[in-house]
């Protein structure tokens, strides 16, 4: 009886390890299959943010733009307060 037991309860702490194994091997795969993060994000409607801001990050209005999409936002409208895209750019007023 005790060892019909005591096989089950290594059976079930085999099932819990291969289990958290294959949830490791999942978090590591999405981890390196995660795009990187834009250099540059434009807030529509609104300010133009590095791609590190933390002020963009909060707002679901930015996408992913180039240099130059940055560039000519930045020359159309205001540039963020928090992280100075215009700074970053090497465009200055």
């Known amino acids: 009886m005790v060892a019909q037991q005591a096989t089950a309860a290594l059976a079930q702490l085999d ?15 999405g981890e390196e299959t995660r795009p990187l993060a834009p250099d540059w994000l434009i807030q529509y409607g609104l300010n133009r943010h590095t791609g590190e801001c933390w ?6 209005r930015c996408r992913p733009a ?13 540039p963020c307060v928090h992280c100075r895209p215009d700074t970053a750019l090497g ?3």
């Not at 291969?18 to 949830?23: D, G, I, K, V």
């Not at 180039?66 to 205001?78: H, I, K, P, W």
């Open 15 to 29: 099932g819990w390890i291969a289990s958290e194994e294959r949830r490791e091997v999942e978090h590591r795969r």
């Open 55 to 60: 002020a963009a990050t909060k707002i679901g």
């Open 91 to 93: 465009v200055l007023d």
């Open 66 to 78: 180039t240099r130059q999409q940055a560039l000519d936002a930045l020359r159309q409208q205001v």
